[in-house]
């Protein structure tokens, strides 16, 4: 079986070693779970995929050490989440499981807050989606209305009133 070893965990080829890929992959596998049978499978985990890459990527591109290591938390924060199964993933806290990795989140966020670092707009982003949300979307409390692109009608109500 190969192995190999990203952002401190072990990916096996069961397991996309892409942190974007697997969690929207989960993220696509998951809505099917829950009675989701659209069409556009292969489109939302593309465009998904484009999304979370998107805020990892600029994170990344700042100079500053601390918007670096928030990307860096929140890869592993999918990695962990893409690894859980639908009935954990599906649950507001992951079933406890990949509780170390949404700390790291909330520690990061903490420490750019701290610094008083500009990761520019995306940090409210990130940080704002690391902390409770009860929007269904995945999208959801970013401070964009995601529906119809990118999740159901009535799933972003925090962003689309």
Known sequence: MLKTTM??????????CD????????????????????????????IC???????????????????????DAISAQRACQGGLSCDDFNKEDDGGKCDDQGDLVNERCQDISDAEVDCESLLSFSCASSTSCDDECEFGCDGECDEPDLCGAGTDTSDCG
């Not at 952002?7 to 996309?16: D, I």
């Open 49 to 71: 995929v484009e999304v979370v890459d998107g805020l990892t990527d600029g994170l990344r591109a700042n100079q500053e050490a601390e918007c670096k290591a928030l990307a």
């Open 7 to 16: 952002f401190g965990l072990t990916c096996m080829a069961l397991v996309s």
């Open 19 to 46: 942190p974007s890929q697997a969690f929207c992959e989960k993220s696509a596998e998951c809505s099917e779970d829950n009675g989701d049978d659209s069409d556009d499978g292969q489109d939302d985990v593309a």
